[in-house]
């Protein structure tokens, strides 16, 4: 299988996924993408030896014209999975329809809870005892694709966003390449916006 990365900054689930295919002779992580130059995920694909590309939209470049041109770095790579890893970035309808049933993301809650940004924050003001993250299929809607896995962490009354973020962040860890996993090996996909393990509704 395999399998591009998509980041934006420090990568360190692109490194967990480098890691676990490491382990893994189903998978091959075969390229990085990056919207941002200096992101600490392409230093990463370096010392792994992974080739990368940077698409870095222009000024004043429309979204649809972006993403034309993400297509295009993305099918040189000719992935079989394509990972969302702290990419930063609203993808459009019709780049994402072209991807669907081989695009995933991870999310820093559990959805359906919290889509968007400042999810540990969000979760602490509600009062949550429970936090988390969910890796999902890619759809149209922003993080409202079919969910596959999550992690649960609990929320202490002294937490702050930043240690409740690094709670969450080693779960990240966990459950992310254990989904690059089981795409590798045939057992996942999605029918109907529906997400399946094994034959089994997840
Ligand atoms: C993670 O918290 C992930 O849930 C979110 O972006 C963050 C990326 O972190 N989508 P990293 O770049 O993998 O360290």
Avoid at 49 to 56: H, K
Avoid at 63 to 91: E, H, T
Avoid at 135 to 141: A, D, G, I, K, R
Wanted: with cysteine; charged share 25%; net charge negative.
């Amino acid at each position: 299988c395999r399998v591009l990365v998509l980041v934006s900054g420090n990568g360190s689930n692109l490194q967990a996924i480098i890691d676990g295919c490491d382990d893994n002779l189903d998978a091959e992580v075969v390229g990085v993408i990056s919207n941002k130059p200096n992101a600490y995920g392409l230093v990463r694909a370096h010392q792994s030896e992974i080739d990368t590309s940077c698409v870095i939209p222009h000024e004043g470049e429309s979204r649809s014209d972006y993403d034309l041109r993400l297509k295009a770095a993305i099918d040189k790579y000719q992935p079989d999975l394509i990972v969302l890893a702290g990419f930063m970035r609203i993808l459009s309808d019709d780049f994402v329809k072209q991807f669907e049933g081989r695009m995933i993301n991870i999310h820093p809650s559990l959805l359906p809870k919290y889509t968007g940004l400042h999810t540990h924050q969000r979760a602490i003001d509600a009062g949550d005892s429970e936090h988390g993250a969910s890796v999902h299929f890619v759809t149209p809607e922003l993080d409202a694709g079919p969910v596959i896995l999550q992690a649960k962490v609990p929320v202490y009354p002294e937490d702050d966003a930043s240690v409740l973020a690094e709670r969450v962040h080693e779960q990240e860890h966990a459950i992310y390449p254990l989904v690059v996993k089981w795409f590798s090996q045939q057992r996942l996909r999605m029918t109907d916006g529906k997400a399946y393990l094994d034959d089994q509704l997840l």
